[in-house]
Nanobody, 118 residues
């Protein structure tokens, strides 16, 4: 069964950094494009970043471009999201998922909470 376990979130001050991890299991990660989404309180879930199956191309939402880097280690079945220059607007629960044709493919994991506050 497909499972995503996100970790690495926490409370950070504005301008700080976090590195999120997503451990995936139950499917062949190396054959899927992967993505990070986030959902802020009272808002819909939004796509943050995408990486191709081979890791040779990435795409970012305008709201995080230049501050965020998505990467993957297929040997470890893990996807990462390095976030720098965090602002309170980045406060959200962050989720990962496989993605195809712009849509998440599997059930969501629990996510990891990121809170940016002074």
């Amino acid at each position: 069964q497909v499972q995503f376990v996100e970790s690495g979130g926490g409370l950070v001050q504005p301008g700080g950094s976090l590195r999120l991890s997503c451990a995936a299991s139950g499917f062949n990660l190396s054959t899927y494009a992967m993505s990070w989404y986030r959902q802020a309180p009272g808002k819909e879930r939004e796509l943050v970043a995408v990486i191709t199956s081979a890791g040779d191309s990435t795409h970012y939402a305008d709201s995080v471009k230049g501050r965020v880097t998505i990467s993957r280690d297929n040997a470890k079945n893990t996807v990462y999201l390095q976030m720098n220059g965090l602002t309170p607007e980045d406060t959200a629960v962050y989720y990962c998922n496989a993605i195809s044709k712009g849509s998440a493919m599997f059930y969501w994991g629990q996510g990891t909470q990121v809170t940016v506050s002074s």
